[in-house]
């Protein structure tokens, strides 16, 4: 008798939720409107339905509507978080801090700012895949700009103390990045207790 194959990476991409797909379909087909076109209905149908989407995902993080912004993927929203700090706050230090556990895009994304001219710190992690805030405190320096620690890990399951990095971070004004993908809608997830929105309110 043949068994069939069993899938065991639903980390990396999984079948579509049939929720997800049953609010999506009508977009397939009749609502293919683009949000960004404002003088028909097709879009306006369309841009409510972005509007609409991006209000759950608040929700969802806790955080404010205006303070979502949709990409195409995790990678692309981490390359842009990573590289568009570093871009834009090049002229107050060089200096980004992450993990060892990190997604490869975060890892790519570093060593293609130290061949820039970043200084990088890959903090080393315990036999759990932990990384210990205060062992975040002691990489921090005047140069730093930035940490990026993931909520939950992809591969190992690790759930990091976000929001004791998070505290760290704010308390030395340095921006905190974490990568939330495989935590949202498991576990809660509250941009403020984190620290994160209120540290990026703080720089100008």
């Known amino acids: 008798m043949q068994r069939a194959p069993v899938y065991m990476d639903n980390h990396a991409t999984t079948p579509v939720d049939p929720r997800a797909l049953e609010a999506m379909l009508p977009f397939f087909n009749g609502h293919f409107g683009n949000a960004a076109s404002v003088q028909h209905r097709f879009g306006w149908i369309a841009k409510e339905a972005v509007e609409q989407a991006r209000k759950h995902v608040a929700e969802l993080l806790r955080a404010q509507p205006k303070e979502v912004i949709f990409t195409s993927s995790a990678t692309e929203s981490n390359n842009l978080a990573v590289k568009g700090v570093a871009e834009l706050y090049r002229s107050k230090g060089n200096h980004i801090i992450t993990a060892a556990t990190e997604h490869q895009c975060i890892l790519a994304s570093c060593r293609m700012l130290q061949a ?60 905190f990045h974490t990568d939330a993908t495989q935590s949202a809608g498991k576990l809660p997830i509250d941009v403020d207790a984190m620290g994160k929105r209120r540290v990026l309110e703080r720089w100008p």
């Not at 620690?149 to 704010?170: F, H, L, R």
Request: charged content about 25%.
């Open 116 to 175: 820039e001219g970043f200084e990088v710190t890959i903090l080393p992690v315990d036999r759990f895949g932990m990384v210990r805030a205060e062992d975040v405190r002691s990489a921090i320096t005047d140069r730093t700009i930035l940490v990026s620690v993931m909520t939950a890990n992809n591969e190992i399951g690790t759930v990091q103390p976000t929001a004791e990095i998070g505290a760290v971070c704010k308390e030395r004004g340095v921006l």
